[in-house]
């Protein structure tokens, strides 16, 4: 069994920064893929970005390429994600998950994710 706890979300103005992190415990992680996902009132839940636990690649979704960096701590089995220059529409339940990784592509879907935190609130007021 996989446990992930997030922390990190709060208010902040638009332009403003905030780190995520997600501690993982429970089992070794070096065949998982750990995800960022978030979901909006009334839209569904969307790939933010993906580490490969035991490459340390990432993957990124376009709309955060150049302002959301994933990284790991491999000693601490947690995950961060960085979120600079944040806009309003960045405004959402940020979750994070865990996976076995299969493929760059399969990583991006929800329903490839075995294990999720219980999600925490980003709020970016313009």
């Known amino acids: 069994q996989v446990q992930l706890r997030e922390s990190g979300g709060g208010l902040v103005q638009a332009g403003g920064s905030l780190r995520l992190s997600c501690a993982a415990s429970?089992?070794?992680?070096?065949?998982?893929?750990m995800g960022w996902f978030r979901q909006a009132p009334g839209k569904e839940r969307e790939f933010v970005a993906t580490?490969?636990?035991?490459?340390?690649?990432?993957y990124y979704a376009d709309f955060v390429k150049g302002r959301f960096t994933i990284s790991r701590d491999n000693a601490e089995n947690t995950v961060f994600l960085q979120m600079n220059s944040l806009k309003p529409e960045d405004t959402a339940v940020y979750y994070c998950?865990?996976?076995?990784?299969?493929?760059?592509?399969?990583?991006?879907?929800?329903?490839?994710?075995?294990?999720w935190g219980q999600g925490t609130q980003v709020t970016v007021s313009s």
């Open positions: 998950a865990a996976g076995m990784w299969r493929s760059p592509s399969l990583s991006r879907r929800p329903r490839e994710y075995e294990y």
């Open positions: 429970g089992r070794p992680f070096s065949s998982y893929v």
């Open positions: 580490i490969r636990w035991i490459t340390g690649t990432t």
